[in-house]
């Protein structure tokens, strides 16, 4: 996944891991293949013996646990972590996950990935009555629910606090003599757990973290569902009834390790299928697939299967990190762009290129690409979009929380076309996307969240309703 | 191209610029597309009105030009500017390059790729005679020899000096009022020549550098020529006219970027042509092709193609840099490596596997990925590699000066498959290489350098004969 | 001061101003004035028209402030800033002061010194009643008790507040719209208000601070006072009308600078006439008088002007700062002691000296010094102390809080002189130290808190009572 | 030594020891007592069984062995270090000392304290003779010379070097077989010798060094002498006979540490009698004395004890560092300054004050600190310091090269009074200097080099004569 150019982006990965001898390393292993999910900083809290200790800092995770001497010092038999995504400028290490609370009876850790839609009232409420905030994160709400809860014993409060926030969330919880998982009622956010040799238990977002740490794969986390894990084992139980499988159809598209699978499902496979999908739905006779690095190249490989055309790389991502300095004339600034992606003149030089990508979100960025493909010689370039128009915000842990930033919102495939200058322009169909997933959960769309695409927003939308009604009625060109 | 993992690794790529206004910001998107040439460290001199100012540290480009405020001191229309690959523990900062020098009649700076072959006796000789050398690189040398030439002018002092180093060289030199650029009699290292625009020369290691500044190629640098750029042009000279084309074979397979172009080659299409010569050398029937990211992906999309077989995202490279702490435990060494590259056994499980990597070294890596594919449900694996047996060491710019370390050295393809635990192994011919890079030049092998594979070099040893003659003698066995 | 080999240490100081275009940088100059009492961090909340931002880290304020950039961020017309002392283990950012808060209805920042008594208590309660501590700091138990008052306005809350902390403590408070000042009832730390040039209303720990910034002194802020300061002027409240002066008295022996007065005693001249009334009390045969750098000298020069003996600089402390390394053999350990201070061969041999120090802790190190001057050559080593012996625990804000390290707890005068290899030992009495500092409130001992050597706390000891009382039954010999 | 604010300063620091099992250890508690000779960057070499290793970087020594690791890479019998001094802007690490060279027939190291006068001259003739320097620091010529002698031994080649180079320097050489310290012919920086109780010897610029690390001082290097010491033991040679002691009088003044003893003599007790003997020469009537910390705080105790004047603490400097940004306003400049050093206003404040200082340079310095005196409310401020105008520039390793700077070389007493606005104004005669010192060398001055103040140049001044004839015919004003 390039994020240097797109701008999509998920907030965070959490691992746990019950039962083993060296559980901050294995944790650190895990969060490492989550890394993906958030670059902002990230942070491990251990339970040695009951005592909860932790870490955390700005920057990726080889940045935060520079040397061992940190990981060293998170000694214990159980371990959370997480990695966070943050918009730009929200950069205090107050907001960096799991969170160590001590109380006089007992420390707690909570990490969350996700995004809860009425965190505003609620947290609004609690500070009226007292309550104070320490981060401008939404995750600590869920700790000021339980602490204030009338219930007698952890899980009842736990389960009370879990049925008063709203939204898509997958949390991870560490107490003194347990780790808990949760997650939302539609299931919006991936979460699985797996089993080591030595009987250890895994919790992670994704499975390509359960497959690092040599953990095999037992079930998903479903929806409404709470995990408790302890010496005596793993027991299932849930904080409500009232479920429907919406999973996130942008994972599948976009963010998780091709490497992963998802309810069953693996991503490659999935995203190669969209590409199969494409193809047939939208043919066009060129002499080359080129994918755009690294994110597309499952269903520009699918494209290239379906139709026969040569797959190659038309198209080389810098595989080394590169600072941005803002730089004083535009060939600079253009030059800074193809530092990190390049097209290949040797290979797509007079040629007809089909040029496959994931989705477009401002258009910006695919004008780019086309133009670095025309300027290397591109008689033609085809731009084939493996998922459906992103027409409508996500409230659920995606950062677009505005039509603003969408093009397809505004504007038809054709003024895209222009848009972006490619020679035509084709994007997958809803159903194409649906099939290509193939999940089959007795649920709209088959189990898929497709709000992204229609609107068709699978839970009230609360504090955002408001928000959301007067986006619609924007009228933004992006002309 | 994962470094942590490999034990091959060229030393260094130059990059230089002359008439731009941003010389130095220029020189640092160029260096930044060099990156994989060389990471121990870079630095960039630039040429301030016939004062050359330099800045050079250890790391990756973008840790030593860390802000802006090193590039903006900078200042200057030309420059020039390295990146250095080097092995463990050498780590100073007196080996970084470009060396600059400080004359009471001028200031000269000097950036080199490549290696000398009578390095050590030239040294020595120089010592004897007084001269003090401040750093271990044998880049230094060429500069003693420059100053103590009697001849009058600086070019002749430069010719004299190149007729006296031996081995693979691409120079690049900065004096006051000129920038400079020399390549062996052999042209074992590509160097290359570019015009900006606004009319700015460009020479490069690799053409992908001229694509990132948006420079046209105008030529290649050829053996035995000397290039010198001033405010009144172009001039093509030469020190040698005993010349003949040696390009190290390896390039093509395995260390130049694959949007580089080689004596006219492009270094992805050659690489895809070996996997498709490779497909019909070496058939094997299967359910899918995997390349090992991320050198061999064209490889083996081409040996796909070639074969009809479709081509598979079967194991994931982790984006992001791992740090490789010392791990306590086996299992933890195990998830360490997986952290970096896993095999999707949603994708392998039950299916036979061929995979495409580009050349073996110890046969460790090999036997690695072999056994996670396996771990991840692969029913048979079947190891392609996509250039013949390495069998001899290298003395012009790569660091394996000893056949201990080639398994293929010492080893039959049967043991070789043997231990790295494949179900069949194959190499691509000699002959298929040749063929598949397929340059034409009047010269042994069309001009390719294939010594690695069959001990033919090109030159004398000078300094190293002993040393590889008693190699030939060892007997070493990997089991 | 020489922290190195000390083991008091006062917790923090405070520094705040109302009404300056450069707000943060005056106080960034306010605060390096008062670095001596805390270098565990340091921090700045400034309210930039009613938005309150804020920046801390760990380490010195120059280390915490690198660069000229965080100061950039903090403008505003108004700021806090805060060191802090710490015992070392706890180096966590979350303890740095200040602290800030953001709440729904506005913003709040919060800075300290001293020490609560019953801190433990309240957290307890608190908690119990669902809040949520963010820090190990009891700092933060005031914000809570503040959010959670009844009372209409901020003012009346915050009385409610202060009057349920007990112990000693100095608050600078920044709201959007002014900055209160509030001291405990008996005055234990020193918090002084100042005035600009400009009309900027300053508050700070000491008054040296007022002088570094050029602010002109007003008064100091008195036990049980409240001082609101907003674009109205200035406001003298109070909380409480049962108040009593008993102000510490380590402050004008050890911790205050020279250059500070408190109460309207300068420090340096109250340490002088310590030293004046020393040589009275109890003179000695010798030919110089030596202090102990840096927090001595003052005292030493003292006793050498009422003695007639000469002053001399028989001690050097290293005015840079040294790393301590866990050295391997006891002839490095005591290379590195001698490395921080060493005594002057050329000005003791052959000499009776005597070695005025300010207090005795433990007697480690005064034997330590001792054993330097007589190892350069001292015939005779007469140690005089400038303040009667520490008896007793502090719980007001100082970091003794057992008896078990206070040397003059368990022995007498001439077990300590044996124990520190003296010549001859003598400590200040405490009406000496009374009379020397020359305070005239209306209340016991003058005004100045004399618990350290006669056990009489001025208040009751809450939560530490317990504790307290055990430790008066221990009996620990140092021998 | 305050260096923040003042202009002279010294070219650094030597330690070298050979036969002790922690020989870098020692070095760097040597070194560290030597910080304050130069803070620009710092190194160690270690000889570990006749290989040489090194570490050096920019900085204190506490930031360049920032923890303990490289230490423990110095491994070895013996090292030598050096801090290193610099005017701004020269930051590269290119020139901090020891430098170490690896020839093909032997390593060696050099350190250097001092300044040649035929520098440029030599290394321009080498530069013409092929000679390639590494960095612009003068100390680089010795080794070129060493290397090029035609003499058969080191010892013959070293003492044909040593006398084509001229100027001020105590070198500190190791081999792989010994250490070896020379002095240039007329000792104008100090080097002295000491033992260890287990035999181990020690050179070092200052005897505070000796004492750190627990040697006994054995005896000086004197002017032309050459020693060698190895596991035979310690041989005295000499390189010229033709000598004479002209000891930098500036070392006693100002720049070596109180506690050193420089040829027999006590630094501290020198000041002092500096102090004592300007008491008699310039009496005045005042309240009280005060030092300028902390170079001047002996001196200032010297006068008061002659004059029987109250010695004070008016002045207070703090004793962290502080970062000095580029401030926006002057009063913020003002309070930059203020941080470093205030002055008392309950001390001072209504009184007379004599402030003793150890010498003028500009008068900027002077002028602000009476400025400060009187802001705090001082009544009167009489000037009185502690050595002779300075009039001429230095060459032998003192880095105040021009006259420029000097505010005596251009002006009266009276003049200089005005210009730092002090109520009177003396300044110590030249023979009360000669007498508080109190050397008795044959030599003029009694050995001491008082060029300083007289313009008496003890040697020629080759390559500076030119610029120091110019010098003289400037006429600038400070007004």
């Given at each position: 996944m390039?994020?240097?150019?797109?701008s999509?982006?998920?907030?965070?990965g959490v691992?746990?891991?019950w039962?083993h001898?060296d559980a901050?390393?294995?944790?650190?292993?895990g969060?490492?293949?989550?890394?993906?999910?958030?670059?902002e900083?990230?942070?491990?809290?251990?339970?040695?013996?009951?005592?909860?200790?932790?870490y955390?800092?700005?920057?990726l995770?080889s940045?935060v646990f520079?040397?061992?001497?940190?990981?060293?010092k998170l000694?214990?038999?159980?371990?959370?972590?997480h990695?966070r995504?943050?918009?730009a400028?929200?950069?205090?290490?107050d907001?960096?996950?799991p969170f160590?609370?001590?109380?006089y009876?007992?420390?707690l850790?909570l990490?969350?990935?996700?995004?809860?839609?009425?965190a505003?009232s609620?947290?609004?409420?609690?500070?009226?009555?007292g309550?104070i905030?320490?981060?401008?994160?939404?995750?600590?709400?869920?700790?000021?629910l339980?602490r204030?809860?009338?219930?007698?014993?952890?899980?009842?409060?736990?389960?009370?606090?879990?049925?008063?926030?709203?939204?898509?969330f997958a949390?991870?919880?560490?107490?003194?003599?347990s780790?808990v998982?949760?997650?939302d009622?539609?299931?919006?956010?991936?979460?699985?757990?797996g089993?080591?040799?030595?009987?250890?238990?895994v919790v992670a977002?994704?499975?390509?973290a359960l497959?690092?740490?040599?953990?095999e794969?037992?079930?998903?986390?479903?929806?409404?569902?709470?995990?408790?894990?302890n010496?005596?084992?793993?027991?299932?139980?849930?904080?409500t009834?009232?479920t429907?499988?919406?999973?996130?159809?942008?994972?599948?598209?976009?963010?998780?390790r091709?490497?992963?699978?998802?309810?069953?499902?693996?991503?490659?496979?999935?995203?190669?299928?969209?590409?199969?999908?494409?193809?047939?739905?939208?043919p066009?006779?060129?002499?080359?697939?080129?994918?755009?690095?690294?994110?597309?190249l499952s269903?520009?490989?699918?494209?290239a299967?379906?139709s026969?055309?040569p797959?190659?790389?038309?198209?080389v991502k810098?595989?080394y990190?590169a600072?941005t300095?803002i730089?004083p004339t535009q060939?600079?600034?253009e030059?800074g762009?193809?530092?990190?992606?390049?097209?290949?003149?040797?290979?797509?030089e007079?040629?007809?290129?089909?040029?496959?990508?994931?989705?477009?979100?401002?258009?910006?960025?695919?004008?780019?690409?086309?133009?670095?493909?025309k300027?290397?010689?591109?008689?033609?370039?085809?731009?084939?979009?493996?998922?459906?128009?992103?027409?409508?915000?996500?409230?659920?842990?995606?950062?677009i929380?505005?039509r603003?930033?969408?093009?397809?919102?505004?504007h038809?495939?054709d003024?895209?076309?222009?848009?972006?200058?490619?020679?035509?322009l084709?994007f997958?169909?809803e159903?194409?996307?649906?099939?290509?997933?193939?999940?089959?959960?007795?649920?709209p769309?088959?189990g898929?969240?497709?709000?992204?695409f229609?609107?068709?927003?699978?839970?009230?939308?609360?504090d955002?309703?408001?928000?959301?009604?007067?986006s619609?009625?924007?009228?933004i060109?992006?002309?």
């Amino acid at each position: 996944m390039s994020y240097e150019v797109r701008s999509l982006n998920e907030e965070c990965g959490v691992f746990g891991i019950w039962g083993h001898p060296d559980a901050s390393r294995v944790t650190y292993f895990g969060l490492h293949s989550l890394q993906h999910r958030g670059q902002e900083g990230a942070g491990i809290v251990a339970n040695n013996n009951g005592k909860l200790i932790g870490y955390r800092g700005l920057g990726l995770l080889s940045e935060v646990f520079e040397d061992d001497q940190q990981l060293e010092k998170l000694a214990g038999q159980a371990a959370i972590g997480h990695v966070r995504y943050a918009t730009a400028g929200n950069g205090s290490v107050d907001n960096i996950q799991p969170f160590l609370f001590k109380f006089y009876d007992g420390d707690l850790a909570l990490a969350h990935n996700g995004n809860l839609t009425n965190a505003k009232s609620l947290r609004k409420e609690l500070e009226k009555d007292g309550a104070i905030f320490h981060s401008n994160s939404d995750t600590e709400i869920l700790m000021h629910l339980i602490r204030r809860s009338q219930k007698e014993t952890f899980l009842d409060r736990l389960k009370e606090s879990l049925n008063a926030v709203k939204g898509g969330f997958a949390y991870l919880i560490a107490t003194e003599d347990s780790m808990v998982a949760a997650l939302d009622a539609n299931g919006f956010r991936p979460l699985s757990i797996g089993r080591m040799v030595n009987g250890a238990y895994v919790v992670a977002s994704e499975t390509c973290a359960l497959e690092v740490v040599g953990a095999e794969f037992i079930q998903d986390v479903n929806p409404g569902e709470i995990i408790i894990i302890n010496d005596e084992g793993l027991t299932v139980d849930h904080f409500t009834e009232d479920t429907q499988h919406a999973i996130c159809s942008m994972e599948y598209i976009y963010f998780a390790r091709p490497d992963s699978n998802i309810a069953g499902v693996n991503v490659h496979s999935a995203r190669k299928k969209m590409g199969k999908t494409l193809a047939k739905e939208s043919p066009v006779d060129a002499d080359m697939v080129v994918g755009v690095p690294n994110s597309s190249l499952s269903a520009a490989s699918g494209y290239a299967e379906a139709s026969g055309i040569p797959y190659e790389m038309g198209l080389v991502k810098n595989q080394y990190v590169a600072r941005t300095f803002i730089q004083p004339t535009q060939e600079l600034r253009e030059q800074g762009v193809r530092m990190k992606l390049s097209a290949v003149s040797g290979v797509v030089e007079g040629k007809k290129v089909i040029m496959v990508d994931d989705s477009i979100v401002r258009g910006t960025t695919s004008r780019r690409i086309v133009n670095l493909l025309k300027e290397a010689g591109a008689k033609e370039v085809h731009v084939r979009i493996a998922s459906p128009p992103l027409r409508y915000p996500c409230f659920y842990g995606i950062d677009i929380q505005t039509r603003k930033e969408l093009i397809a919102a505004n504007h038809t495939v054709d003024e895209i076309r222009e848009c972006i200058e490619a020679d035509s322009l084709s994007f997958l169909s809803e159903d194409g996307l649906i099939q290509s997933i193939g999940l089959n959960f007795d649920a709209p769309y088959s189990g898929l969240c497709m709000a992204y695409f229609n609107g068709d927003f699978p839970t009230p939308l609360y504090d955002y309703e408001e928000q959301y009604q007067a986006s619609l009625k924007e009228k933004i060109s992006f002309f």
